[in-house]
């Protein structure tokens, strides 16, 4: 997966996951290095100084997918509890609203346990960005059990603000929102969640230490929340606990927020840098707040595997709704103008 080059090379850069081009910090790996059985709360611990929220308020995860599934057996009406239904867990209904196009986990997590989904959409034509007054009016005529928020989203790129999240928040009324920041970190301009949203005991927000620095292979997470809603949830997660190589990794990730912040600078940087070149050569390129942005390409699939050929990987996001879109990650610096040479040559060979 080396970066491409001149000449008769024949890797793969696969910008396909999202996942961040750069290394893995050293200091995460002399964690694990010297790992001990200490390292569930050392991660707790971390995490509850980096959200600056007590150690009550979080719950880690193998990955936010594990946390994602267990919020939807905890919270829906219908949820398989394995002892008969516990009616004091169900919040509204078993209705499910999510913001879309988006990560498809969502929806799948909630049928699973039993609830109807209904797609709040975002218009191409907006750029992804979805009207939130109307958005908003379409929550609280479904009076779901459960609204999923992703941001920024996966795979638009859109990043809601502060005002805007909050009024989803309020449109949920008496649900759960789950609010999915596991590229939140890589935000220039980010935004805190205010403790008050935690504080209803309706707001679950999920965050990954996986996306800045290339550590996807820890597979670790956590969520934040109101001490009570915490409970059900680790109830329904059951006895999964990290094992102590990944919890001392992860904690020694979130302990240094400069890590986070200097990749985020790098990659935010190298996708600037692509869009304007993509840009350049005639495509539709969406604004993006993270390591991540959208190309209208039309005929995704086909485009994909053109640049296959060129020696880049992309997502074809035909499983999104969104068959003529190409979703990419932030390359490696240096290596933009390879990109975008696979690009235009995948659309020349198509035309």
């Not at 929806?107 to 209904?118: P, S």
């Amino acid at each position: 997966m080396a970066p491409p080059k001149p000449g008769s090379w024949t890797g793969l850069l696969d910008l396909s996951e999202n996942n961040s081009t750069l290394g893995v910090p050293p200091v995460v790996m002399a964690s694990m290095r010297n790992a001990s059985a200490t390292g569930g709360p050392s991660f707790i611990a971390a995490a509850s100084a980096r959200g600056g929220v007590p150690v009550d308020h979080i719950l880690p995860g193998n990955g936010t997918l594990e946390l994602i599934h267990a919020a939807c057996r905890a919270l829906l009406a219908h949820a398989d509890r394995g002892g008969g239904r516990k009616d004091d867990f169900v919040i509204h209904g078993d209705h499910v609203a999510v913001m879309g196009p988006t990560f498809g986990e969502f929806r799948l997590a909630a049928e699973k346990a039993g609830a109807a989904v209904t797609e709040v959409p975002a218009a191409a034509e907006n750029g992804f960005r979805w009207d939130i007054p109307e958005a908003a009016r379409t929550i609280r005529s479904l009076r779901p059990a459960m609204v999923f928020v992703c941001n920024p989203n996966n795979p638009t790129g859109t990043y809601l603000s502060m005002g805007e999240a909050g009024e989803l928040v309020a449109a949920a009324g008496a649900g759960t929102v789950i609010l999915d920041e596991a590229y939140a970190g890589l935000v220039a301009a980010r935004w805190p969640v205010p403790r008050e949203w935690l504080d209803t005991g309706r707001l679950l927000v999920l965050r990954s230490v996986s996306k800045a620095c290339a550590l996807e292979f820890l597979g670790a997470g956590y969520a934040v929340g109101a001490p009570a809603l915490i409970r059900r949830i680790a109830e329904a997660r059951g006895d999964m606990e990290m094992n102590p190589v990944t919890a001392a990794g992860a904690a020694a990730y979130l302990a240094d927020p400069g890590l986070e912040r200097a990749a985020g600078e790098v990659l935010r940087a190298s996708l600037v840098e692509l869009a304007a070149a993509l840009a350049a050569a005639g495509f539709r390129v969406l604004p993006a707040a993270a390591n991540f942005t959208m190309v209208e390409t039309g005929g995704a699939r086909r485009f994909r595997w053109e640049m296959m050929r060129r020696g880049v990987l992309a997502k074809e996001l035909d499983g999104y709704g969104l068959p003529g879109w190409i979703r990419i990650a932030a390359p490696p610096p240096g290596t933009v103008p390879v990109v975008a040479r696979a690009f235009v040559a995948a659309r020349e060979a198509l035309s």
